[in-house]
């Protein structure tokens, strides 16, 4: 597992927002992130606090925990990524105003350098669907290796049942050697490893530019139609 396909991509980095329909839906990569930094927000209310240690796992460019950052998340951030150039990029992107940069480290393959039981929770969004299927069990041995007994992991992903998410991903360039995965594959995933307790919810059936429609995505999150899921999983302690 190498970052080399992404520290090409790094510098220029925008969410994939370099497709066409993806900027009809949305005019600013973050406001696709918000919609997952909204929902960590509803169901993590001690986010605000200060008090949880967050890893972003795959964190990129640190997007999330940037958008967070500005929705009034204030955890200990910690960011890893295979690709040294999208940590620069992290580390360089990261706002004054929120202090200093979260943790940032280099992974290898899908080792991270932190000790067992270390986070409250831990996110990874956006990357499942980059990483080699043969290599999948080796970063969900991981996730539940990193969070603390009680602790909760969030799985974002692009949901193959949606054919416009399909459409989008086959034409946007940093997504060559994307292979989607559905939300099962994820619980299956998560369970061969670890005990959890799971659920899954679906995001984004509407374009998340227009904020009146907000209320549309809260009360389809049953529905397996979403743009984007999240699967939450609460390791059993
Ligand atoms: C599409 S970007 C998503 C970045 C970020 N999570 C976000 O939501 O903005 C995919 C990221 O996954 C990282 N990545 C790919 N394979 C990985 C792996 N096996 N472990 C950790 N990160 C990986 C890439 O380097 C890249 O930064």
């Not at 520290?7 to 969410?15: E, F, K, N, P, V």
């Not at 204030?74 to 990029?89: K, Q, T, Y």
């Not at 991981?142 to 692009?158: Q, S, T, W």
């Not at 559905?182 to 299956?188: G, L, M, Y």
Request: hydrophobic fraction near 45%; aromatic fraction near 8%; proline fraction near 6%.
């Amino acid at each position: 597992m190498s970052g080399a396909e992404f520290d090409r991509h790094a510098a220029s980095y925008d969410g994939g927002l370099d497709n066409p329909v993806k900027r009809m839906m949305g005019s600013s990569a973050d406001q696709f992130i918000a919609v997952k930094a909204r929902w960590l927000l509803r169901r993590e209310t001690g986010l605000r606090d200060g008090s949880l240690n967050l890893l972003d796992y795959g964190c990129g460019a640190g997007d999330l925990m940037r958008v967070l950052a500005d929705l009034g998340a204030r955890p200990n951030f910690a960011g890893c990524d295979v690709s040294e150039g999208m940590l620069a990029e992290a580390a360089k992107r990261w706002p004054a105003r929120h202090g200093p940069s979260p943790a940032l480290a280099a992974q290898h393959g899908a080792r991270t350098p932190f000790a067992d039981g270390r986070f409250d929770i831990v996110t990874i969004s956006a990357v499942l669907h980059h990483v080699a299927v043969a290599e999948r069990p080796g970063v969900y041995r991981e996730l539940g290796r990193i969070l603390k007994p009680g602790g909760r992991l969030y799985v974002f992903e692009h949901n193959p049942r949606n054919p416009l998410v399909r459409y989008v991903i086959a034409r946007t360039p940093i997504d060559e050697n994307a292979i989607l995965l559905d939300a099962t594959e994820v619980r299956h995933g998560l369970l061969d490893v670890a005990r959890y307790d799971l659920g899954t919810e679906y995001l984004m059936f509407m374009p998340p530019g227009i904020g009146l429609l907000r209320d549309v995505d809260r009360v389809l999150t049953w529905l397996p139609l979403g743009a984007q899921y999240v699967v939450s999983a609460r390791k059993v302690a």
